[in-house]
């Protein structure tokens, strides 16, 4: 048996990759430059200049601050998982290229690093060690209590946090088989997320809005079937790994105009007063702005890996690697090319497993800050304090 039946994405199913991300990256980038450039500094001075100027100093971040913070963050993350992948290997396990102990339909999609070199059990140790820590660690921030006397968040953040959680496991179990069960456990929960997300991010807007049909059942029937029929056409053409992309890229192109629509269209401070306008300057904006160009930088590291696997098995030993047939060729030569090969095989997917858990949980934190100061005026003012980027509420006070 060859090392992995799982394949290299197709030229056809790449095209449909770079069309959606390129689509993707220009409807990000133009309302992010827009907000960073001209409509936060507006927003800053006049939270300075309202009479909740004094809470704007304890609840003020900048954006600068916030993408710091996911650094810190990333970096954390790639470190922890790194150590584990240095014992994992250090621990000799037996080295059986072409061995696997797990047969079943292979997955659609493979990956840089090389396929069953390290163990049978384990197909991509650094992609899956990189899963099961970034992601659930993740998740466990997502569910703590956001203010004093709460548990937890609302249930449907609980939700969303849950569904990261889906995500990571399923990553894990894709990245150590690259059977197409496990690609259903990891491609599945990221439609779900989205979806919960896009449904969070609409009620909002429909209750900024002063819609009656705010928080009505039938916003979460709809979205729920919206998700069920995404369901459905996945795993009726889950050998296509274009059917996935699509819809992704629908239900994120909602999630993502709903973001953009949450800043840009309510009147925050006729909707809550000098402290509405204060927690979008200092809070959910700069989110935003951290959402976007962790969402950039991560789809354009997929695509990198993605495009560019092929070039790098060519710079490596042999010419071939694991990963199906992105192989071919003579060996480059140099520190280099070795380099290059290690960016590729051991680092570039776990940097987009830590930057799309990131964008997943910053997502969850922006909406979190605008449903409190939308629906809970007593959990305080939305603040992004800390070194990590972390919603909390202070307590309410009046003068705002």
Known sequence: MPPSEAQALDG??????????VVMTVLILT?????????????????????AASLYGRAHTTPLRVLLGCGVLVLLMLVTSSTLLAVFLHLGTQRRPGHRSIDGVPASINFCEEDF???????????????LIIYPWLAWLSVRAPAPGLRSPPRRFVAGALAILAIGLGSCALHALLIASAQGGDELPILWYVAIA?????????????????GGAWLSWGFGGGAAVATAVYVNGRDDFTVFIVCLTLFSLILTVSIICLIMVPDWTALRGPAGCVALAGSIVPLAIAVGWCTVLGMWCWVAEMNLCGVVARLQPGGEQGGGERGGGERGGGGSSFLLALLFNR???????????????????LLLAAHGLLRHSEWGLPACSGLVPLVTFMGHDKRA
């Open 12 to 21: 056809s199913t790449l095209a449909v990759v770079l069309v959606a991300v």
């Open 31 to 51: 309302p992010l430059l827009w907000l960073q450039l001209s409509y936060l500094p507006r927003l800053q001075a006049e939270a300075r200049r309202s009479r």
């Open 117 to 131: 070199m390290h163990s049978s059990l384990i197909a991509e140790p650094a992609n899956t060690i990189s899963s």
């Open 198 to 214: 896009a449904f969070i991010s609409v009620d909002l807007n429909l209750d900024a809005s002063g819609s009656a049909v705010a």
């Open 347 to 365: 680092f570039i997917h776990p940097l987009w497993h830590a930057l799309s858990a990131l964008v997943a949980y910053l997502v969850l934190q």
